[in-house]
């Protein structure tokens, strides 16, 4: 991933006026929890988790940033957005 994609996202996580803890908004529609780490044990949450990224810009990453399924979704939710 682009470090400059992830300093992005980190500058979002530090930001004072979001909630500290955020709750995902579209995957626990479709597996109950509301949790990434919960999600990322999941393989139909981790199939999701890049529409919850695309949606939701006020997701915490900071648990699980470096996780490479983390990585694919982000990369994937950014084309969707660039295209």
Known sequence: MERESWHTLAG???NPALPSSPALK?????TGMNSIE????????????WLEILFND???FKSCQH?????E???????WFTT
């Open 12 to 14: 979002m996580q530090n």
């Open 58 to 60: 006020r997701i915490d």
């Open 26 to 30: 579209i995957v626990p529609g479709y």
């Open 73 to 79: 979704a982000y990369r994937k939710a950014c084309r």
């Open 67 to 71: 996780d490479p399924e983390v990585q």
């Open 38 to 49: 919960e999600n990322l044990q999941v393989p139909r949450a981790k199939r999701l988790l």
